[in-house]
Nanobody, 127 residues
Framework: QVQLVESGGGLVQAGGSLRLSCAAS????????VGWFRQAPGKEREFAAA??????????HYGDSVKGRFTISRDNANYTAYLQMNNLKPEDTAVYYC??????????????????WGQGTQVTVSS
């Protein structure tokens, strides 16, 4: 069982940066794969980024709308995942959620592939 707590959201001007953190409980977090999703009012939950690995190779995946601006990473020693967000745009405004799964899922961009979720953190980008 893993519990996830996001932090780092806030209000930022367009072009600015934020770094979201996802702190996990449980020493098994190092073996989980991690995703970040976001949800704007009235919209479906949207895939932002995922980090998974196969053997010794790490794979990072990004949604088209954030590719080149967002970077996902993790610090296994501190059981924390991160989402570095640069060059933020007003359309990035949403509640951002961290998610984790204990076994490999090929549909890493689907919310249905994740069992564990954080409570979300609000990101607001002003124009």
């Amino acid at each position: 069982q893993v519990q996830l707590v996001e932090s780092g959201g806030g209000l930022v001007q367009a072009g600015g940066s934020l770094r979201l953190s996802c702190a996990a409980s449980g020493r098994t977090f190092g073996s989980y794969f991690v995703g970040w999703f976001r949800q704007a009012p009235g919209k479906e939950r949207e895939f932002a980024a995922a980090l998974r690995w196969s053997g010794s190779v790490t794979y990072k995946h990004y949604g088209d709308s954030v590719k080149g601006r967002f970077t996902i990473s993790r610090d296994n020693a501190n059981y924390t995942a991160y989402l570095q967000m640069n060059n933020l745009k007003p359309e990035d405004t949403a509640v951002y959620y961290c998610a984790a799964q204990s076994y490999y899922q090929s549909d890493y961009d689907s919310p249905l592939s994740y069992t564990y979720w954080g409570q979300g953190t609000q990101v607001t980008v002003s124009s």
